[in-house]
């Protein structure tokens, strides 16, 4: 690894919304040893190696607080459908492509072959270019949850538990294959035929042994959940992330506030846009999905965010990516989402990218800002997403990206799964 010096950068630590017209970032072992103005550099600088960043913004890594990396990019029926070897070649190929979109960690909600711990295992090992990967296993639900055979799914490839004894068995299993996260879900989808949103498919009591089994165990638990009932389940039983929270009643919101210091928020938003806009490629049309209630989900969802930003409840960038409609490395249109769906600034949008992503992806508090003595994770970009958030989409404006201070400059060469005109 080394030292090196970035200097000559529009910086962007990510602690707040400044950004340093004339910063540097030194670097160190994979540590950064400075991070701010030019002029406040300490001694000792002057033999290590230098990078000119000429005025190019360097920012810290982004976290995908909602992936799937082994989805294959197909239609949601087709997921999860290849035999293990090819769908571990893809895992490994998406990975690569998501930390060359400048997302240096990632929380799995969900890895149906059960490939995230091993795929983990190969990126901290450096055998494979990926980013740091909280890994979790096959997705846990009750009997007829949306975990159970929705989208004529392969029950097989999730875990079915009823009962508190069965759930923690199931838990103390990902535990042996060790897992960092355990997926829930708590309720269910508006494309399901027996499992809407807004019926609970867990008892509180089953919930309540999920997350203590869990947290025993060292593991984080995530949830599905896009009801009020689901969010006030999953809050009063410590669950650590939320995916989803698309309707909110006013309990909910305080709930969440009251706990905004322990626990985040995902919206996830990317999936009901796209399958209102593209749906019709998957044969399932605009004005069926509206039926379904999607337009209406969206609609909730920016009332829900727009309540918990006066919250001050963090909210995470994610959600969802590796269909055929929404490919891997595309993952940065969520922050576009959040600036003209949600109404945030672009300074905010990039805070819950980083700042507020890395706090939820490493409980060490190591990644998400660029303050001295954490991981020298960070991003160059060729322009400043602060006045056009959507250049962190063009691939070719990510024109470095750092993970544990080693640099990675090629890894967007050959995407197979964005056109050209993407």
């Not at 700042?355 to 508090?365: I, P, Y």
Request: glycine share 10%.
């Amino acid at each position: 690894m080394g030292s090196l010096i970035i200097e000559n950068a529009n910086l962007f630590i990510g602690v707040d919304e400044e950004v340093i017209a004339d910063g540097a970032v030194w670097v160190s072992d994979g540590i950064i040893k400075f991070s701010g103005a030019v002029s406040d550099l300490p001694a000792g600088g002057e033999n290590v190696e230098r990078y000119d960043a000429l005025g190019k913004f360097v920012m810290p890594g982004m976290t995908e607080s909602h992936v799937h990396l082994s989805y294959n990019n197909s239609h949601p029926q087709q997921l999860n459908s290849e035999p293990l070897p090819v769908a571990m070649l893809d895992a490994v190929d998406n990975a690569r492509i998501l930390l060359g979109s400048g997302f240096t960690s990632a929380i799995s909600f969900g890895s149906a072959q059960g490939l995230d711990v091993p795929l983990r295992d190969a990126i901290n090992a450096g055998r494979i270019p990926g980013p740091r990967l909280a890994a979790s296993d096959r997705d846990l639900g009750s009997t007829g949850s949306n975990a159970d055979g929705t989208f004529g799914g392969d029950s097989s490839k999730k875990i079915i538990a009823d009962g508190p004894w069965a759930i923690r068995k199931a838990i103390r299993s990902l535990a042996k294959r060790r897992c960092d996260i355990v997926k829930i879900f708590l309720d269910g989808e508006a494309l399901s035929e027996f499992a809407p949103p807004g019926v609970l498919t867990y008892s509180d009591e089953e919930v309540a042994a999920a997350v203590e089994e869990a947290h025993i165990r060292g593991m984080r638990v995530v949830t599905h959940s896009r009801s009020a009932a689901a969010v006030k389940q999953a809050v009063q039983h410590g669950v650590d992330v939320i995916g989803h929270a698309n309707y909110l009643d006013d309990e909910a919101v305080d709930m969440l506030e009251a706990k905004r210091d322990q626990i985040f928020v995902c919206p996830a938003i990317a999936w009901e846009i796209t399958l209102l806009d593209r749906g019709s490629e998957l044969g399932l049309p605009r004005d069926a999905m509206e039926q379904r209630g999607y337009q209406k989900e969206v609609d909730e969802t920016i009332s829900a965010v727009k309540r918990l930003r006066d919250s001050k409840v963090r909210v995470l960038v994610g959600g969802d990516y590796g269909l055929n409609i929404t490919p891997h490395g595309t993952n940065s249109k969520d922050l576009e989402y959040f600036v003209d769906l949600f109404g945030m600034s672009t300074s905010e949008a990039l805070l819950c990218a980083t700042r507020d992503g890395g706090a939820a992806a490493d409980t060490s508090g190591m990644v998400g800002t660029l303050e001295e003595g954490k991981y020298a994770d960070l991003v160059i970009v060729d322009g400043n997403p602060l006045e056009d958030i959507r250049i962190l989409q063009d691939h070719s404006r990510i024109v470095g990206v750092m993970k544990d201070g080693v640099m990675h400059c090629a890894l967007m060469q050959k995407n197979p799964y964005i056109a050209p005109d993407e």
